[in-house]
T-cell receptor
């Protein structure tokens, strides 16, 4: 079945540092790929998505590129802020079900 | 728009009790789903619905029932609560009849079963 594997957390960075959160997937067919973010005490929100190979999703300074050859969708941001502290989830769907990774806790210190 | 609303926000049950978690959306979305979130395990799909009158099982359906009598509402029923069902439950909805569109999540219900 479909699965998503994220880098283990938690990740702690200083403000303005570069962020990478790794995500790899296993799926049949051609899934759509997502990053969702969960701020403390809230539900998840869509951060960005990509629907086909080589697509780049971007939002709020975050980027991720759909790499079919490496089955990856790594999340990057060039300069993180304290307000980016949250849990980040990589996810995929190839139909009726959305499959999530285990989540990566990010803490950004001033 | 209120988006996706969930009630209650917190609930404590004793083993064997039953309850219904409520979920409603006002965006006329066809697709609705329920997830549970447990530490280190991400979100796991319990049940989903692609429209009124249609429901299907997700990854972890045992111990839970759902129904979808209207487009707006998608309640989740625990018939006989067990400690293993202690979790945070999220309802979500999206346009269309599959999971490829943006999912809008409710604020969650934190359930403790003692």
């Amino acid at each position: 079945g479909d699965s998503v594997t994220q880098m283990e957390g938690p990740v702690t960075l200083s403000e303005e540092a570069f962020l990478t959160i790794n995500c790899t997937y296993t799926a049949t067919g051609y899934p759509s790929l997502f990053w969702y973010v969960q701020y403390p005490g809230e539900g998840l929100q869509l951060l960005l998505k990509a629907t086909k190979a080589d697509d780049k999703g971007s939002n709020k300074g975050f980027e991720a590129t759909y790499r079919k050859e490496t089955t990856s969708f790594h999340l990057e941001k060039g300069s993180v802020q304290v307000s980016d502290s949250a849990v980040y989830f990589c996810a995929l769907t190839s139909g009726s079900r959305l499959t999530f990774g285990e989540g990566t806790q990010l803490t950004v210190n001033p | 728009n209120a988006g996706v609303t969930q009630t209650p926000k917190f609930q404590v049950l004793k083993t064997g009790q039953s309850m219904t978690l409520q979920c409603a959306q006002d965006m006329n979305h066809e697709y609705m789903s329920w997830y549970r979130q447990d530490p280190g395990m991400g979100l796991r799909l319990i049940h989903y619905s692609v429209g009124a009158g249609i429901t299907d099982q997700g990854e972890v359906p045992n111990g839970y029932n759902v129904s979808r009598s209207t487009t707006e509402d998608f309640p989740l029923r625990l018939l006989s609560a067990a400690p293993s069902q202690t979790s945070v439950y999220f309802c979500a909805s999206s346009r269309g009849q599959d999971a490829t569109n943006e999912q809008y999540f409710g604020p969650g219900t934190r359930l403790t079963v003692t």
